[in-house]
């Protein structure tokens, strides 16, 4: 079974802009919306929309422009995806195992 690491990016993609848009409604700044990202970016809205659904894995190009807007860096990106897949890999690792000593 294959690990569904663009819908985790998109989920934390996602979270991250509405915990955003929390904080900045509380400070009265303007939220950040998916039109905002696409205006400043050109990325297609349908796009953007798309990973943040996780029906899409962005290029490396297309995320280091969209990143600014969610306020994290690749990296903090990355560690919190890779925090979330370990959730998902720990219950599979017995299969692994068990396919692997059957070989």
Request: charged share 30%; glycine share 4%; aromatic share 4%.
């Amino acid at each position: 079974m294959t690990p569904p690491t663009a819908k985790i990016m998109g989920s934390v993609l996602r979270e991250t802009r509405e915990r955003n848009n929390r904080h900045r409604k509380a400070h009265k700044k303007e939220k950040i919306t998916l039109r905002k990202i696409h205006e400043a970016t050109h990325v297609a809205l349908g796009y953007i929309s798309e990973i943040e659904m996780g029906k899409k894995y962005p290029s490396d190009q297309i995320l280091r422009s969209i990143l600014p807007y969610y306020g994290m860096t690749e990296s903090e990106l990355l560690h919190q995806v890779a925090k979330q897949l370990e959730k998902y890999e720990k219950p599979h690792r017995g299969d692994r195992t068990a396919r692997m000593l059957a070989l």
